[in-house]
């Protein structure tokens, strides 16, 4: 995975200042997550749905998306944190994993409320992932194996682990081919 640098230390920052806790869903607004995203993948949503879906769904954008240019306008107006706390969870990664694939720092990150809006970059990276998530899914219609298959090494992606390649756009495009080269029955 990308790694990010460590912030650099400034003389007025105090000295006691706790790293910030690390986000997690409630348990209960993750089984219903989870159990939302499996009742669309039995119904054989589209990628465009389930990735509303894992992004907060009417909490993301008040309407089901019509096209890409929906989730244009909502990376030009950002997303909430929440939104990567459920991308975090369908993922089943923790929060400051997400912020390596975002490039983001974790501490800030950890001090934003749920309802904070992110910038359009991050907003724009993170909705490219959920959406390769909803590709991820649609082919392997499980979570569970969708995440041991980010999570192993890759013949097709020259060894590298598809999550570890998430963090860039062409990255992103990248493990989407193998995707649908999977989708379309060809080994990679």
């Not at 007025?12 to 089984?31: D, F, G, I, Y």
Request: aromatic share 4%; proline share 4%.
């Amino acid at each position: 995975m990308a790694k990010t640098q460590a912030p650099s230390k400034s003389s007025t920052a105090p000295k006691s200042a706790a790293a910030p806790k690390a986000t997690t869903v409630p348990a209960r607004e993750s089984e219903d997550l989870s159990a939302l995203v499996k009742k669309h993948i039995k119904k054989g949503a589209s990628a465009n749905l389930l990735t509303w879906v894992i992004l907060g769904g009417k909490n993301f954008m008040a309407k089901e998306p019509v096209s890409g240019f929906d989730f244009l306008t909502a990376s030009d107006k950002g997303i909430t944190k929440q939104s990567l706390i459920n991308l975090a969870d369908i993922m089943d990664i923790p929060m400051k994993d997400i912020a390596i694939l975002l490039n983001v720092s974790y501490k800030t990150l950890g001090r934003k409320q749920s309802t904070d809006i992110l910038d359009s970059l991050v907003s724009s990276l993170s909705i490219e992932i959920a959406n390769t998530i909803a590709n991820g899914l649609s082919v392997f219609e499980d979570a569970d194996k969708l995440n041991r298959w980010l999570q192993k090494e890759n013949r097709a992606l020259n060894g590298k682990k598809p999550i570890e390649l998430l963090s860039t756009p062409t990255g992103i495009k990248m493990v989407n081919h193998v995707l649908s080269r999977m989708e379309e029955g060809i080994y990679t």
